[in-house]
Structure formats: structure tokens, C-alpha cells
């Protein structure tokens, strides 16, 4: 299907459509050219679904990246608990097992009318044709005030490099040192983060005996972000005299030459690391589509469709319209779940069919506690009529059905576990 051309397409989909009724893989002659960029977790599903489910439909996926080393169990890593191979993941099946194709290089410009996306690559810049483009290019930071050199004090909130600067970090540390890290204003990639990232780091220090050490959370927010009774027991309780928290301590200026963070709740001067997380935005490439208040691209919850049809955001870098209060998160499970929708959607246009109106999204998040115990959280959306703070309809989106917070008891060893095999599942389905 390589020399397709969209007026040719058409005409094939009008054939297709008698095709209508059938589920997704049965559709087998499905045509088109779908380009996706990033390969994290929402664009590794997209790619992989896609041809899972699409027949003939050529996927191309451009990421800068020979591997892509998840943020999912990669608070273990810092504190060694995890080896950086075990969140490593390849490629090489999405290209064997679904016969994806891969193009190393970044995503730098689209052309929508022309639909042809600007790639620069090792060897140089080259373009490639879409009758559908999907981003997937997670997260960016916000500009930090003041002095920030990541190098020095590091965010480890894109795994890799930067995971293992922060964990030489903490292996350093002695008695009496202080471990700072603040907590990004909301919204941010995955909500419960950095309170498990506060948790496994008492924990560690507390296991290695360093007398006196503490770890300071300055969070941005007005409370705990997520799950606030297992993290609130876990602050004041398990790791009770090693965390302290302060909540409404918006970052006004950092300098990282003397570790030193001023912040609308006070000042800390000369922390021994510190994990400065900053605020978040849309990946760069995603953004060119345009962004709300909070600097996330608004989507249509049914395609993921942006305001032009044809390009679709899914992840972290996407908006979408939710019951007040009822964000859905940014999470790679929810990614993978996104992934889904998006592909089927995208199918369904190639076909010349309408989106499924009847979709359902969900995310899960276990967060290590301690080096045995783990809680976790999940949560399930619908598509239909979305709520204002009042409980009046405001409009369509993803409502949240219902949500399984861990009470304290549940905080254990079995979540722990658990943890690990949720994990894995996730990784093959995005990956494998
Ligand atoms: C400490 C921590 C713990 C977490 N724990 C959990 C958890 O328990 N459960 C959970 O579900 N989620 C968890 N998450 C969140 C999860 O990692 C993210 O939500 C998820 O990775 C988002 O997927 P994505 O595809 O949007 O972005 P990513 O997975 O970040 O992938 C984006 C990809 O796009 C590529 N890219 C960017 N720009 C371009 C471009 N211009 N051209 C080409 N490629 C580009 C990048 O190289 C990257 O590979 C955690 C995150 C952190 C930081």
C-alpha cells in the first residue's frame, strides 16, 4: 500500500464501508498511512494497535530514542532496588511481531494541508506523508525562575540519564543530609509520583542509617495530589521524623550552583540534592496545535482528534474534558488506554465510519511506600455527560465512574508484588 494517495483512499473506503458492521480486525483491507511521534507508552500502543487491528495500514514511528527507558518503577532505581535494564525497553518487537516501521529521529515541524511531518534524523532532515499523524511526545518543562542546570540538580522525570544522576545523588548523602524535592503544580505526569519518590528515598536513607538525614517536599499544591490518606499516613507515620511537608510552596526561584530554592512557603539554602520537578507543559511538537490555560493540548475524547481531524494527540500531552475535580491522569497506563481509542478511531476514519461513541478509558498506579510495601490507585472513565463543580452537566467528556483508593491496611507486601505484575503487563501490551 506504500504509493496510496488520500483521493485513492477515498474511493477504497467507500468500498470499505460495507465492511461497517464488523469488528475492528475483521475490516482486513484497511489502507492508509498513519506516522506516530514518541514512542513511549501512548505511541508504542498506537503503533502496535494500529496494525494489529488495521490490515494493511502503514505505520511509521519516529522517536529520537533507540530505547525508551519508562518512568513507571523508575523511583526503585534510585534507590537501587531496580537495575536501569529492567525499565528499558526496545522496539525491535513493535517492528518484528506487527511489522511497524521505525525512524529514528525528532519530530521538528507538520504541515497540516499538505499533511507531511518534518523529521530531523542523524543523517539530516526528511518528511514523511500522513493521511493520519498521532503525537505522543509526553512531557515538557516549564521555564524554571532563576538558575537551573539539570545536570546539578537533576528532575528524573524522563527516565534515563537523569535517573541516574539523582541516584548517584542520594547514594552520596550522610548523616544529617537533607534531600529536597518539590512538587510540580497540577496538572503533571503521574499524580502520585512524587509523594512514592518521598517515600522510597526516607525509606532508603532510613535502611542505609543515615542518622538525621531528611527529606523535605515542598509541594506547589494546596494538599496531597493523590491518594492522601495511604501518603498521609505514610508521611506522618511510617516514615514519621524523615519527611516533612509543606504544601502551597509554589517554586519563585532556584539556584542550582548553591542548592539553594526560594518558595511562596520559605527558603531552603544549600539542600544536599536537590530534585527540582518542575512545572509541565505539552511536548514541543504536540503544542504547535495549541494549548489551554494549563499548556495541554484539547482533544476530542472519542479520536483524540485535535482541532484538525487528521492530527491526534494521546499521553501526557493531551487535555481532555473531564467532570470538575475528576481530571482523567496523566499516567502511561492512561496512555495505553488512549492508545487504544485512538487507533480504532483513526481505523474507523480510514474506513469512512464514524467514531465509537461507547468508549471507556482507565489508569492504575502502584506506588512502592517502602522496600516491601506498595499502595495503589486506579480509576475508570466513560465517555457521556461530564459535571461542573455543582453537579450540573457542562458538557460531553470522560467522567469518572468510580475510584479505588488504597486505605492504609492495603498498603502491604501482596501490593507490592502486585506492583510488578501490573507492571509487566502494561510494558508487553505497549511493547511486545
Ligand atoms: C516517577 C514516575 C513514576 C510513574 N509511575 C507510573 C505508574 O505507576 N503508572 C502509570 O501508569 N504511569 C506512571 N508514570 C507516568 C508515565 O511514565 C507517563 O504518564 C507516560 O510515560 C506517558 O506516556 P506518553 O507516551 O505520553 O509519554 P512518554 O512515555 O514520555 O513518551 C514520549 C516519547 O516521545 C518522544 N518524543 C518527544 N518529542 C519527540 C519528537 N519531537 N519527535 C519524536 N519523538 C519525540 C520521547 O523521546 C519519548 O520516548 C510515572 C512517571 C514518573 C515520572
Redesign the pocket.
Known sequence: MSNFNRRQFLQAAGAATACAALPRAASANTYGRVVV????????TVAKYLRLWGGDVQVTL????PT?I??????LVLTSALSMSRITLGYSALQTNHGVSLMQ????AIDPPGKRLT?QTPTGQESLDYDHLVL????DFAPAPGLWDPNLTPH????GEQTTRLKNQIAAMRNGDRFVMTVPKSPY??P???Y??ACVVADYLKAKRRTGAKVIVLDANPSIQAEPEAFGRAFSDTHRGVIQYFPNAQVQSIDSASRSIVTSAGTINNATVLNYIPNQKA???AALLGVNSTGFVPVNPLTYATAISTIHV????CAVPASDGKAVP???????SEAKVCADAILRALNGEAADQNIATS?????PITARTASWLSANFIYGDIYDANGKVKGKGMHRLDIGEAPGQRVNNDSYQE?FTW?DS?FADSFV
Do not use: T
Open positions: 511521534v514518541g514512542g513511549g507508552f501512548g505511541g508504542a519516529v522517536e529520537p530514542n525508551h519508562a518512568c513507571i518503577l523508575s523511583n529521529g525528532r519530530a521538528i523529521v505522543a511526545p509526553g512531557i528524573a522525570w524522563q527516565a505526569r503521574c502520585p509520583g512524587p512514592e519518590r511536548g514541543a511538537i494521546i499521553g501526557d500531552s496523566k499516567s502511561g497506563h492512561m496512555a495505553n489508569s492504575a498506579c502502584y506506588s506492583m507492571a502494561l
